[in-house]
């Protein structure tokens, strides 16, 4: 079994800073691609920021300068540090991790379960 879950979501003002985190648990052999995804109301889902195994990134370009997206493979996790907030930046955020079980060696898709982002004056 694995475990996606994300944490650090909230309120924040126009101009503000949020640092959302994810960490997958469970019977992992080895993680691959991590990366955060938001889905605002009416619209669909969309890549905000993916880091790959050997640390290469890529954004929105909505979010170029603005977020930066890490991990830390000792704890299986990965973070996504957001600056300068605008409205339009609120969404729920999910975190994406691809990654390889220990039970069948084979490479899966996991979801987290989502943490909400608002920013509003």
């Known amino acids: 079994q694995v475990r996606v879950v994300e944490s650090g979501g909230g309120l924040v003002q126009p101009g503000g800073s949020l640092r959302l985190s994810c960490v997958a648990s469970?019977?992992?052999?080895?993680?691959?691609?991590m990366g955060w995804y938001r889905q605002a109301p009416g619209k669909e889902r969309e890549l905000v920021a993916v880091?790959?195994?050997?640390?290469?990134?890529n954004y929105a370009d909505s979010v170029k300068g603005r977020f930066t997206i890490s991990r830390d493979d000792a704890k299986n996790s990965v973070y996504l540090q957001m600056n300068s907030l605008k409205a339009e930046d609120t969404a729920v955020y999910y975190c994406?991790?691809?990654?390889?079980?220990?039970?069948?060696?084979?490479?899966?898709?996991?979801w987290g379960q989502g943490t909400q982002v608002t920013v509003s004056s």
């Open positions: 880091v790959s195994s050997i640390g290469m990134t």
């Open positions: 994406n991790v691809n990654l390889r079980t220990e039970r069948t060696l084979r490479d899966y898709d996991y």
């Open positions: 469970g019977s992992i052999f080895s993680i691959n691609r």
